[in-house]
């Protein structure tokens, strides 16, 4: 059977950005956030002069043809018209997160060889003393921070517009995404304009979009479900892209926006659910919901106060979402779905459809997406003309990761029911042996850690010990409330009673021996999670790991961490 999904030239990104630009110049495309308030709107006509201004003074440079330029910063709607004056030129955008280490940054500059790098949006600088090399050139975008670059602003100024319509290859590489390094240093994905154009067109068979929606953009934009949902869909479909201007404004960044599809991970949609009971206790709350007229009022006051009244489409993803919690959003109305994918294959993968599918999984493939499981590991293998050409530079990872037979290896373990519905059930390589010869699958027991409000990661450890445990890492609203002893008894409490619970849905040879309780933040910055803050077990193991034989000994359920 051959694939239904072509890619014709009118859907690459550049082609996109060129019909939206005649057929509808003044409609606003970006709205970002400038600070005290402020707000810059720019329509489909000035981001397409931007861009033609940007790629002609890229073009003048005469770097050869595909040659790397790198976008580093948080997102903003210059991040955006950047990428696309790097492909206009006809070169190849890098982006990278802000959050990286000198060390990190500099890896990825000098492995992609990056010509220049776009610096926008950054909370620290810190990085950039070390961590860009000698001959890379910087280009401050509009909110950068004070640094010493060519500005945007002043040389689209100075550039005619690029005139015509650049029409590349479907084929040709359009960027390279970085991993976020959990096993080691990041790996370069090598993605064309034709696997990112068919991924689109693949996942909106199934969840249709037009240019009447509205998307928020907070997630990083370095982050491939970000660059596809976002930057790849607004392209194709014309919708309007809002932008968030800082985690203390989120909430009304998000009520600005009132998006009509919005994707986050689990852990927010948990956040926005404690927060509704924090106002409102949950009894009361499904007291009020069960009240025919009162139940209608209550459910639109809670969406709208969330800015999410407007939202046709909502989506989790990165993790498991709790069972609890997609029936708690579908009971105000808001019916959550479930997306799977990774860097490798534009995250275009397998997504449940709303109200349909089965509870726990991520559903059903896209179309023209084909999955099996390796009946040895037990691996999650797929198939689509999104993948990957490969990683840069690496043939060794490459061949690991696709095989002699170009199906990508995921590296997860999962299950396809009869009805072709896939759950996964951890990671391969995170399986591990206890010393009573059991093997243990740490992430289902993460996700159900990581459900207590006061805990803003984990991790489930225990090869050769006797009976697992869990680090668990407060969130800085704990820290800061436990600063005396009778509120540090009351949080020991309640996360005794959290181990409680959660030991009670596992087998006996999965229950949790303790929780080693961390207060010193796990950061980008000093090791223990990447930028898009997965935790990096080999840190953690070779960080904590001298300590669990003695956390055990001491025969606690709770064991607080100093350092």
Known sequence: MTDSITVAPEDLPLACLYRWEQSQGDRVYLTQPTGAGGLLDITWHEAADQVRRMAGWIAHQQWPAGSRIAILGKNSAHWILADLAILMAGHISV?????????????????????????GKMDDVGSLAQGIPA????LALPLAPAIEALQWEVLIAQQPPWQGAVAPDPDAVCTIIYTSGTTGKPKGVVHSYRSMAWGVTSATRRVQMDSSDRYISYLPLAHVAERMLIEQASLRYGGRVFFAEALDTFVSDLQRARPTIFFSVPRLWVKFQHGVHAKMPAAKLDRLLSLPLVGWFVRKKILK???????RLAAGGAAPMPHDVLNWYRRLGLDLIEVYGMTENCGVSHSTLPGSDPVGT????YEDVKCRIDPDSGEVQMHCQALMQGYYRDPEQTTLALGSDGWLRTGDKGAIDAQGYLRITGRVKDIFKTSKGKYVAPAPIEDLLIMHDDIEACTVTGAHLPQPLALVMLSQDAVARIQGDAEKLALEEALQCHLRDVNAQLEPHERLDLLAVVQTAWTPENGF???TLKVKRHRIEEY?????AHWQKQGQPIVWVTG
């Open 95 to 119: 982006p990278i997160y802000p959050t990286f280490s000198a060390e990190s940054l500099r890896y990825i500059l000098e492995h992609s060889e990056a010509r220049a790098c776009f610096v």
């Open 135 to 138: 001959g890379c050139m910087l």
């Open 305 to 311: 106060g969330l800015g999410l009244d407007r939202c």
């Open 362 to 365: 991520v559903g059903l493939p």
């Open 529 to 531: 999670v990447t930028p």
């Open 544 to 548: 904590y790991g001298p300590h669990y």
